[in-house]
Structure formats: structure tokens, C-alpha cells
């Protein structure tokens, strides 16, 4: 999870010819919403829990399960290119308000809490050189961290814009140690090493296959949220079709580079030394083969990419409660906009969420792992609805021509959707009670912007998936003030 710095206003969608995006700058911006931290700890991340057969399964049906989203992702942004803003505009338009409303603010939750995670792992990476920051969770890495993210959001409220020669250099300096290590690590590679218990079943504290499998998945869709970047964009593209070509390109582009990261490095190392690595691992691993140079190197490339995609990571955040805010989603004064074009109050609210929980990992110890776990659990809810959406949209019909095959939309929407439900039943109820308490006081917010609306607040199914919502937050609370459960 990342993003592209790329010069994008923050003012409405409706861009002038002069801001629209071509495929270039499109794909450039799916492939730079994926890479970011989640690449650098892959090998450690994946390892901690699965021998090489599993991670083998688990990166084939991570291949599946996102390829079949990146195909809802290019079918919607054809069959109906007046939804902008990605993916909560389509649950929003297939299952109603509060559907739409509950995407839009897991959207937004699963960015700002990634945020806290690329906080966490920056810091995490300096202490290589600074001891002291730890596992990025001590006090003197929140104090870091809490500096750098108001230092963020000063420079975004004066209006700093990425100019493309940045987002050429931070690209840059995200994809090139990542193709360095894989070229290097490839030369390293020894089979004894990657055979030595491939199926991970020597090591007791993995578990079956199975559970090897699944501890895998969350993981795998950490390094891909961003897939949706030129959905979320669509609006500004200059050929609505180049938004589905962009998001092939970057998917391939991704999975490519993620599964050879953390194949290779267990050619390098055994499971049990990478499960014990330090994060970033790959530069455990590096060293490994090169020597102490090759963690210099990634630690350095490491926080050059973090601190870009933070900053732009804190826009996107920003963004998407603006924009829900705009066309009564969420509450108006979410909408709200500086002079110059910022969204200044959904940025502050956003980054204090940010800061407070900065605070909790200095006390919970919370590590960038636990983190996106969260994250990755968050936005979930997006991406079911979306591929839901296709799916309906291919079975009743709508929007496709007369006679027009639909079988091929319908079976990626359906298998998008049972991915997605897969990865929530993989996520555990630690970190599914955690989110039900981040998205429990949403309904809040919901009742505010019905109400602005002069709106009816529920229809019936909506009650009952808000009372659920509230049951589960509910117990949540109590399963983790009882100790029964814990997420951090």
C-alpha cells in the first residue's frame, strides 16, 4: 500500500485538459499506490507464518482473487463512467446509502490507519541507524513520527503540490532496490535452502498447510490495496478506457515483483530466520548476501518511498471523506475547503485519528505488522461491494447492450466478492471486533448526513445491519476488556 505523488489538484474531480492523466501517468499511478512499505517487509510479513508450499498457494490465490477484481475494477469504470471516486460511488449505486456510506468510511479508516503503519515502519527503518526508534513503537519514534506527520500536514494546508519530476524521482527510488534486490537476491538463490521443510509442516507453530495459507492472505492484500488507484481517479482520466488498461499493467507490474521478493528470500534464508527478521526484511536479507551495505541501501530507499507515500497517503485520506462530504455522503463540513483548495477539515480530523493512534502504539506496543492487519481488514468492505456491484450489474443486465455476453463480468464479480469474504473469514475476530469498533461510530455520521439531507435515515434491511453493526462493536469491547481478544 502507497501511492503515486503525482500532481493531482485536490479541487473537484472535474479536471481542465491540462490536469487529465494519460496511460502513462495512470498506470504510473496504480503501480505506485501498491508500492510502498508492505514490498520492503514481504519477506518477514509472509514468512512469520507459512513454509514455501504455502506461500506458493497463498500467492496463487491472491493471483486469482485480485485479477478478478482488477477485471470489476476495469468493467465498472466502462459501464458506468459518471461514478467517480472508486470504489464506495459503486457500492453506493448498487446496495444504497448506508452501504455506500459504510465503504466510503472503511475506505477512509483503512487509509489513515495505513498511515499510522507507514509512521511505524519509517521509524522502525531509522533505527537501524538510531537505535533508540526501536521497533518504530518506542516514545522517541512516536515523538518522530508525530513530528513528521504535522510537519505533513502544515506543507499541505500551505497547498504544496507534487510536481511530476518528484514523482518520477520517488517512483524511482521505490521500484529500483526492489529490481536490485530481486536481481541480486536471484543470483544468491540456493534451492537446498528454499526445499529445507518446504512444506513448513516441521515447525509445529505453523499449523496445517491450511492455516499456513491463510495466515498469508492478509499480508498479500496489503501490498495490493491501491489496485482501485485509477478507479479512485477515474474522473480525471483523459480516456475512460486507459483507466482499465492502467490497472492490468499495474497489477501484473506488482504481482510479479511481490511474489519473486518473497520466494527468492527463502532461497536466502530459512522460514525461521525470516520469520525472526526485523522489519524492513529485506534488508535482513540483503545483507545477508552482500554484506552490510545492502541494508544500508534498503533501509534508505525504504524511508524515501514511506515518507512520499505518506504525504500522499494523508491527501488520499483526506480525500475521500471531502468528497463523500461534497455530495452528502457524509456530513457537510467535511466538504469544507480552504482558500486554497484543501480539504482542511476532513485533513485535521484525519490526522488527529492519525496522531491518537500513534499514541496507542507507544502504550500498546502495537507493531507496523498488527497495523495493517487493521488496515488490510478495513477495506474490505469497499471491495466486496464492488465486486458485488459487477456481479449485479452483469446478471440483471444494466448498462450492457442488448444480446452482450455478460457471463465473463458476472464470474469476475462473483469470485471478487467470495475472494473478498474469504480474506474477512482469514482476518480473525481480532482484527474483525477492531474494525467493528472503528465502524461502529460511523452510523453517527451517517444519521448527521441523512438528517442535512432532510433524508430518510433507515429502511429496514439498513436498521438491522446498523443494530448488527453496533452488537458486534459491543462485544468486541468487552471480548478485549476481558482479555479474551486482542488486536494490538
Not at 495466515?215 to 478507479?231: D, H, N, R
Not at 506496543?365 to 459487477?390: K, N, R
Not at 460511523?442 to 432532510?454: D, H
Request: proline content about 4%; charged content about 10%; some cysteine.
Amino acid at each position: 500500500m502507497s501511492t503515486t505523488e503525482i500532481n493531482v489538484p485536490i479541487r473537484e474531480a472535474g479536471a481542465t485538459a491540462s490536469t487529465k492523466l494519460r496511460l502513462g501517468s495512470l498506470t504510473a499511478l496504480v503501480i505506485g499506490s501498491m508500492v510502498g512499505s508492505g514490498v520492503f517487509s514481504l519477506p518477514q510479513n509472509i514468512a512469520a507464518g507459512a513454509g514455501p508450499l504455502a506461500i506458493l498457494i497463498g500467492w496463487a490465490i491472491t493471483a486469482v482473487g485480485m485479477l478478478a477484481l482488477v477485471f470489476v475494477y476495469q468493467s465498472l469504470a466502462v459501464r458506468r463512467p459518471e461514478l467517480d471516486a472508486g470504489p464506495y460511488a459503486y457500492a453506493k449505486a448498487g446496495f444504497g446509502p448506508f452501504v455506500g456510506f459504510n465503504s466510503a468510511w472503511g475506505y477512509w479508516i483503512s487509509a489513515w490507519v495505513g498511515n499510522v503503519s507507514y509512521a511505524v515502519i519509517v521509524f522502525s527503518a531509522l533505527s537501524y541507524f538510531f537505535p533508540a526508534f526501536g521497533d518504530g513503537n518506542t516514545w522517541q519514534a512516536v515523538l518522530g513520527a508525530s513530528i513528521l506527520l504535522w510537519i505533513i500536514h502544515f506543507l499541505i494546508l500551505a497547498g504544496i503540490r507534487q510536481a511530476a519530476i518528484v514523482n518520477t524521482i520517488v517512483t524511482a527510488a521505490k521500484i529500483a532496490p526492489v529490481v536490485l534486490f530481486v536481481g541480486i537476491v536471484a543470483v544468491g538463490f540456493k534451492l537446498n535452502v528454499w526445499t529445507l521443510d518446504f512444506t513448513g509442516l516441521g515447525n509445529a507453530s505453523l499449523g496445517t498447510i491450511a492455516a499456513q495459507v491463510k495466515s498469508t492472505m492478509l499480508v498479500t492484500l496489503w501490498v495490493f490495496i491501491g489496485i482501485e488507484g485509477a478507479s479512485v481517479f477515474s474522473a480525471r482520466a483523459e480516456r475512460r478506457k486507459d483507466i482499465a488498461t492502467a490497472t492490468v499493467l499495474g497489477f501484473f507490474t506488482c504481482l510479479a515483483l511481490y511474489a519473486l521478493v518473497s520466494l527468492l528470500s527463502l532461497g536466502i534464508l530459512s522460514q525461521p530466520e525470516l520469520a525472526a527478521l526485523k522489519n524492513p526484511s529485506m534488508a535482513g536479507v540483503l545483507e545477508a548476501v552482500v554484506g552490510p551495505w545492502g541494508a544500508v541501501l534498503i533501509n534508505l530507499a525504504l524511508v524515501v518511498s514511506v515518507v512520499g507515500a505518506f504525504l500522499s497517503w494523508t491527501l488520499l485520506a483526506a480525500e475521500v471523506p471531502h468528497v463523500a462530504g461534497k455530495d452528502g455522503t457524509m456530513p457537510k463540513f467535511f466538504g469544507r475547503e480552504s482558500e486554497r483548495g484543501v480539504p482542511s477539515t476532513s485533513l485535521l480530523i484525519t490526522n488527529l485519528l492519525v496522531q491518537a493512534f500513534l499514541v496507542i502504539t507507544l502504550f500498546a506496543q502495537s507493531t507496523y505488522q498488527a497495523l495493517f492487519y487493521i488496515a488490510s481488514t478495513a477495506i474490505l468492505v469497499p471491495y466486496i461491494f464492488s465486486g458485488a456491484f459487477a456481479a449485479k450489474l452483469a446478471w440483471t443486465g444494466e448498462s450492457y447492450e442488448s444480446g452482450e455476453r455478460r457471463t465473463g463480468a458476472l464470474f469476475a464479480g462473483v469470485l471478487a466478492t467470495i475472494y473478498g469474504l474469504w480474506l474477512v473469514y482469514a482476518a480473525g475476530p481480532a482484527y474483525l471486533f477492531m474494525c467493528a469498533i472503528l465502524y461502529a461510530p460511523g452510523i453517527i455520521f451517517y444519521v448527521w448526513a441523512r438528517r442535512e439531507g432532510n433524508q430518510r435515515i433507515f429502511h429496514p434491511v439498513e436498521a438491522v445491519m446498523a443494530v448488527a453493526l453496533v452488537a458486534v462493536a459491543l462485544l468486541a469491547v468487552y471480548e478485549m476488556w476481558t482479555g479474551a481478544v486482542s488486536a494490538l
